[in-house]
């Protein structure tokens, strides 16, 4: 079986409705100030209309650091971050500014790693059957242009 082609133009589009139902359930409980798992509501300035945008994350942990992860490759909020290179994450009432910093592909494996550790029963079937969290460093090498990481700092 021929692995899928991951790229720096990678985009995964659900147009599952159970998925959209899904991420509002997720952004409505973080909202309130109940997290899954790590869940935070991320918003980003829009690159082009100024608006804020807000998508639910899972902000992963590694060592102390924080780290977003899209295993949905490079969508909009993607997009956003690196145009405005700053953003918020909120849980509940608490809401945190941030500046973040994009990997190289070099030094995402780990984190994808980790974050398939934790999460691939929700995000797995992003990644396609290619990826795994046992995976070889060159397998996740392989498919890291299309999984963009940011390492999040305090503003």
Known sequence: MAMQE?????????????MLVMNKMVAG????????MGSRVLSVQGRKSGEWRSNPVNLLIVDGQRYLVAPR??????????????????LGRKVEHFRAEELAD???PDIIRTYLKKW????????????RADSPTETI???????PVFKIHPA
């Open 6 to 18: 991951y790229n720096d133009k990678r985009v995964v589009t659900s147009g599952r409705r159970s």
């Open 106 to 108: 070099t030094d995402k």
């Open 73 to 90: 490759g490079h969508v909009q909020w993607v997009r956003n971050l690196r145009a405005s290179g700053t953003g918020t994450l909120r």
């Open 120 to 131: 691939a029963w929700e995000v797995g079937a992003f990644f396609g059957n290619d990826v």
């Open 29 to 36: 409980l973080t909202n309130v100030g109940l997290s899954l």
């Open 141 to 147: 090498l392989h498919v890291a242009p299309g999984v």
